[in-house]
């Protein structure tokens, strides 16, 4: 990644723990607002990133919720 998706991709990670912490998703959208200030390309690049995230948190559930519902693999012998 270049240094706009690094320090975007930090933020994210950084905002989306903070806004669990907190139980406030507000966060999120004070920093994505913090951002579109200064520079609109990091803005969307910090809202990619935060997107990114949270589908994958969502989708690993969603695996976690089917692994745990699933019966035992046979083990080979």
């Given amino acids: 990644m270049g240094i706009t ?3 975007a991709d930090g933020l994210a990670k950084d905002a989306i ?3 669990d ?3 406030d998703d507000s966060v999120i959208d004070e920093v ?3 951002l579109a200030n200064t520079s609109q390309t990091t803005q969307e690049a910090f809202l990619t990133a935060v997107r990114v995230r949270l589908a994958e948190r969502r989708a690993r559930g969603v695996l ?3 692994l ?3 019966p035992e693999a046979p083990k080979p012998d």
Avoid: P, Q, Y
């Fill in 5 to 7: 998706e690094d320090i």
């Fill in 17 to 19: 723990e903070a806004a």
């Fill in 21 to 23: 912490r907190l139980g």
């Fill in 32 to 34: 994505s607002r913090t």
């Fill in 64 to 66: 976690l919720s089917a």
């Fill in 68 to 70: 745990k519902d699933a």
